[in-house]
């Protein structure tokens, strides 16, 4: 069973880095045929997809965070991470972790983290 | 980008009911959607794939349909376990992007 676990500071300062780790137990990050991707939820808000990471290394964003989003893939300790630079409070939200099945290129999203709140204040 | 509008954004329904969420797209996205389930505090759950494959474990209650622009999530038979938030998500591009939601409550 995989199981995707994040990992990271809940508390942010504006105009610094929030940075964290998803873990991934169960399988390997390295597997053909999946993608493994970031998505956050604001308070009471819907998802919004920031970006995924094959194991290849390749990344893709979403335009309206790609200039601050960096996604990398570690595939010795099977986790990948997140770093969004300059935030501001408008990126406090519960991020998720999830794998995404690339059947065609991308896919559904059948495994997630369970999820963590960041929250960016002073 | 690909635009996923769902409606309605509130639906009320009763156990036993039969009900359907619209999700549609601004572009055609052939068959590439998916829908999910998501219970405050948790994670979303995967529901459906590909418009209308059902994930393994999810009851037979659930069924999807459509392609190109318009597609629909139904709930046969509304259990009281189903009162949750539903998002459909697209994947034809990729740049992936998530309906905005449906709030399924009970009446």
């Known amino acids: 069973q995989v199981q995707l676990q994040e990992s990271g500071p809940g508390l942010v300062k504006p105009s610094q880095t929030l940075s964290l780790t998803c873990t991934v137990s169960?399988?390997?990050?390295?597997?053909?045929?999946?993608?493994w991707s970031w998505i956050r939820q604001h308070p009471g808000k819907g998802l919004e997809w920031i970006g995924y990471i094959y194991y290849s290394g390749s990344t893709y964003y979403n335009p309206s965070l790609k200039s601050r989003v960096t996604i990398s893939v570690d595939t010795s300790k099977n986790q990948f991470s997140l770093k969004l630079s300059s935030v501001t409070a408008a990126d406090t939200a519960v991020y998720y972790c999830a794998r995404g099945h690339a059947a065609a290129g991308t896919g559904e999203f059948d495994y997630w983290g369970q999820g963590t709140l960041v929250t960016v204040s002073s | 980008d690909i635009q996923m509008t769902q409606s309605p954004s509130t639906l009320s329904a009763s156990v036993g009911d039969r009900v359907t969420i619209t999700c549609r797209a601004s572009q055609s996205i052939s068959s590439w959607l998916a829908w999910y389930q998501q219970k405050p505090g948790k994670a979303p759950k995967l529901l459906i794939y590909k418009a209308s494959s059902l994930e393994s474990g999810v009851p037979s209650r659930f069924s999807g349909s459509g392609s190109g622009t318009e597609f629909t999530l139904t709930i046969s038979s509304l259990q009281p376990d189903d009162f949750a938030t539903y998002y459909c998500q697209q994947y034809n591009s990729y740049l992936i992007t998530f309906g905005q939601g449906t709030r399924l409550e009970i009446k």
């Open positions: 169960g399988g390997s990050i390295s597997s053909g045929g999946y993608y």
